[in-house]
């Protein structure tokens, strides 16, 4: 499957943006899906995660803040960011998991995925 990412910008403290990641190739239904983001000089980091049935895993900085998604009729997965701060600033990864899929607690290691979309970048401006 191949992943595309879209929808990163320049937002303001407090602002909210609305990522996508659109699949081509496989049925995106068919995989469980993530989110991850890596900062200048900083480790890439998981942020969310998604699974049939509707089970979703998020860090704990952006809980409550962020909610991750999938349209299975647009072949698309995404990422809902709403009171964005500074430290949200990043570039955004979506990945997915191909079957058999790793433990549900694993979900939040970036080896536990096998396609990886392009960055796109989030700047949040203070």
């Known amino acids: 499957v191949q992943l595309q990412a879209s929808g990163g910008g320049l937002v303001q403290a407090g602002g909210s943006l609305r990522l996508s990641c659109t699949a081509s190739g496989r049925t995106l239904s068919n995989y469980a899906v993530g989110w991850f983001r890596q900062a200048p000089g900083k480790e890439r980091e998981f942020v969310a995660a998604?699974?049939?049935?509707?089970?979703?895993r998020y860090t704990n900085s952006v809980k409550g803040r962020f909610t991750i998604s999938r349209d299975s009729t647009r072949n698309t997965m995404y990422l809902q960011m709403n009171n964005l701060v500074p430290e949200d600033t990043a570039a955004y990864y979506c990945?997915?998991?191909?079957?058999?899929?790793?433990?549900?607690?694993?979900?939040?290691?970036?080896?536990?995925?096998?396609?990886w979309g392009q960055g796109t970048q989030v700047t949040v401006s203070s």
């Open positions: 998604f699974r049939s049935g509707g089970t979703t």
């Open positions: 990945a997915a998991d191909s079957p058999p899929f790793a433990i549900w607690s694993e979900m939040s290691s970036a080896s536990s995925y096998d396609y």
